[in-house]
């Protein structure tokens, strides 16, 4: 899963220019731990930013066994069409800027490390992906 996950995100990242991310241990063993607490809460939300300082987060959620691991990123990556280059938060042609953040995570310039966790439970396979460090940094733009 991390190879498929590391290759996809360096594929929207080559299309726009930015270099290559590397995996990360310990950001996939919290993102494993955070995936594993929403399948078993049934919560989908993201962590509080308290609990992963110097850290962006991803998240996906689907019908188990449904989707393969290229369509999980791709969920995200495809919020490309959305995308205007314009500082965070005004890069969005829809005026939501949420509606294309997946997107600039993945492609954000000073992000370098990627580490994702999967886990099944209440109906549903939840995709947790983290990021450091992060993107979306107000008054920035992605790339």
Not at 52 to 67: H, I, K, V, Y
Not at 73 to 101: C, L
Not at 118 to 123: C, K, P, Y
């Amino acid at each position: 899963m991390l190879a498929v996950m590391l290759r996809t995100h360096n594929e929207a990242r080559a299309e726009v220019g930015t270099p290559d991310l590397v995996l990360d241990d310990d950001l996939s063993a919290q993102a494993i731990e955070y995936a594993q607490e929403l399948a078993d809460t049934g919560r989908f939300e993201h962590s509080p930013q308290s609990a992963r300082p110097g850290q962006g987060e991803n998240l996906w959620a689907g019908t188990p066994s449904a989707f393969s691991y290229e369509e999980m990123a791709e969920a995200w990556i495809e919020e490309k069409q959305f995308y205007v280059h314009m500082p965070f938060p005004y890069f969005s042609n829809t005026g939501r800027w949420q509606d294309v953040g997946h997107y600039t995570q993945i492609i954000w310039r000073d992000t370098t490390r990627l580490g994702c966790g999967l886990a099944t439970g209440s109906g549903r396979d939840y995709l947790v992906c983290r990021y450091g460090p992060p993107g979306n940094v107000a008054g920035e733009y992605a790339y």
